[in-house]
C-alpha cells in the first residue's frame, strides 16, 4: 500500500543533543510537509519542499532544519532540541495544488 | 485574516445521534476546505473534503455543508458511533496563495468528539 513512513515512532532526547527523525513515502508526491503537533494542538507547518524547493515558515525557528534528499525521503533535525520542542513530529505529504495531504503516523519526540 | 475557528471545542454525543463541529473562515480566498480526523497518537487522517463551488458533500455517515456568503461550513455526522470518538480538525486551503503555498493548509483548533455508548 502506498503510504507516508516515519521512523522512529518514539524518539528520546537529551537537552541540547541533535535529533534527526526521517519520513518516507511510497505516493510519489512532490510536495513534502513537516508539521509540529503538541498536545491539544493543531498542526503548525514548520516548512515544506516542492520537489527540492525549500519554503521555511516564519516563525519556524532556526533550531529546525531540513533535509530533501530524494523524493521519497525527507529529514527533519533538530538541532539543539530544547524542552519546549517536545511534541509530535508530523509528516505529510501533497500534490501540490491538488490540495489534499496524507499524514505520517508522527514521530513522538521526548526531550529530557 | 488566515484563521479559521472551529467550535466547539469538545463535544459529546450518544450513540446514534448527530455530532456537528462548525468552522468559520475570513480569507474569501480560501478555495479547499478539508476535515481531518485523528486518533490519539496517530496522524491526521483525510476525512471527506469540499470545494466552495457545491453546497453539500456526502461520503456515507459523513457529511460537508459550505455556506460560502457566511463562510462557513461544517461536518455532521450522522449516527455516531463510539469508533467516532477522536479530534476532529477543519482547514482550508488557497491556490491563489502565491507561488510557494503548495496547498498550505491552515487548520482549525479542533474538536474532540466522546461518542458514548
Known amino acids: 500500500d502506498a503510504m507516508v513512513i516515519q521512523n522512529p515512532r518514539y524518539q528520546v532526547t537529551q537537552f541540547g543533543k541533535p535529533v534527526t527523525l526521517s519520513c518516507s513515502q511510497t505516493?510519489?508526491?512532490?510536495?513534502m510537509y513537516w508539521y509540529q503537533q503538541k498536545s491539544s494542538q493543531a498542526p503548525k507547518l514548520l516548512f515544506h519542499y516542492y520537489d527540492k524547493d525549500f519554503n521555511n515558515e516564519a516563525d519556524t525557528p532556526d533550531n529546525f532544519q531540513s533535509r530533501r534528499p530524494n523524493t521519497s525521503f525527507c529529514f527533519l533535525d533538530i538541532r539543539s532540541p530544547g524542552l519546549g520542542d517536545a511534541a509530535m513530529y508530523l509528516c505529510?505529504?501533497?500534490?501540490?495544488?491538488?490540495?489534499?495531504?496524507?499524514f505520517g503516523p508522527g514521530t513522538r519526540l521526548t526531550v529530557t | 485574516q488566515q484563521q479559521v475557528k472551529q467550535s466547539p471545542q469538545s463535544l459529546i454525543v450518544q450513540k446514534g445521534g448527530i455530532s456537528i463541529i462548525n468552522c468559520a473562515y475570513e480569507?474569501?480566498?480560501?478555495?479547499?476546505f478539508p476535515w481531518y480526523q485523528q486518533f490519539p497518537g496517530k496522524g491526521p487522517a483525510l476525512l471527506i473534503a469540499?470545494?466552495?463551488?457545491?453546497s453539500e458533500k456526502k461520503e456515507g455517515r459523513f457529511t460537508i455543508s459550505f455556506n460560502k456568503s457566511a463562510k462557513q461550513f461544517s461536518l455532521h455526522i450522522m449516527d455516531s458511533q463510539p469508533g467516532d470518538s477522536a479530534t476532529y480538525f477543519c482547514a482550508a486551503s488557497s491556490t491563489n496563495a502565491g507561488g510557494t503555498s503548495y496547498g498550505k493548509l491552515t487548520f482549525g483548533q479542533g474538536t474532540i468528539l466522546t461518542v458514548h455508548p
Open positions: 480569507n474569501t480566498a480560501f478555495d479547499y
Open positions: 505516493l510519489n508526491h512532490n510536495v
Open positions: 469540499i470545494r466552495p463551488d457545491v
Open positions: 505529510a505529504t501533497g500534490r501540490g495544488f491538488i490540495y489534499e495531504q496524507y
